[in-house]
Nanobody
C-alpha cells in the first residue's frame, strides 16, 4: 500500500511561487505514474499535471501549462510541483496521486494540502 503525504502549501500573493512536495512510502513507487490534482471550493477535482515513471514524459492541464512544472526524484520517493506566476484561480486543495498501472486511473491519493493565492 502506497501512502502519500503533501507539504509546502500555504498563502501567496498573485504572481508569486510555491513548491509542493509529496513524499511516498510503500509500494513500487518508482514504477508508478505520478500526478497532481486540485479541487477548488465548490468545484470538482481536476487534473493538474502528471509525470511518467522515468520522469521523461510529463503532461499538464492547459490552465497551468508554462507556469507549473512537475518533477520526481525516485531515489528519494518524492514528487514535486513547482508553481510560478500564481493566480487567484489557482486557489485549491492540491492532491498528489499515484497510478499503479499507467492506465490514467489513479489508485493512491494523499490527504491534500491547501494553496491560497490572494489578489
Amino acid at each position: 500500500q502506497v501512502q502519500l503525504a503533501e507539504s509546502g502549501g500555504g498563502f501567496v500573493q498573485a504572481g508569486g511561487s510555491l513548491r509542493l512536495s509529496c513524499a511516498a512510502s510503500g509500494g513500487a513507487f518508482n514504477s508508478y505514474v505520478l500526478g497532481w490534482f486540485r479541487q477548488a471550493p465548490g468545484k470538482q477535482r481536476e487534473f493538474v499535471a502528471a509525470i511518467s515513471w522515468s520522469g521523461t514524459y510529463s503532461h499538464y492541464a492547459d490552465s497551468v501549462k508554462g507556469r507549473f512544472t512537475i518533477e520526481r526524484d525516485n531515489a528519494k520517493n518524492m514528487v514535486y510541483l513547482q508553481m510560478n506566476s500564481l493566480k487567484p484561480e489557482d486557489t485549491a486543495v492540491y492532491y498528489c496521486a499515484a497510478d499503479r498501472n499507467s492506465d490514467a486511473l489513479f489508485d493512491y491519493w494523499g490527504q491534500g494540502i491547501p494553496v491560497t493565492v490572494s489578489s
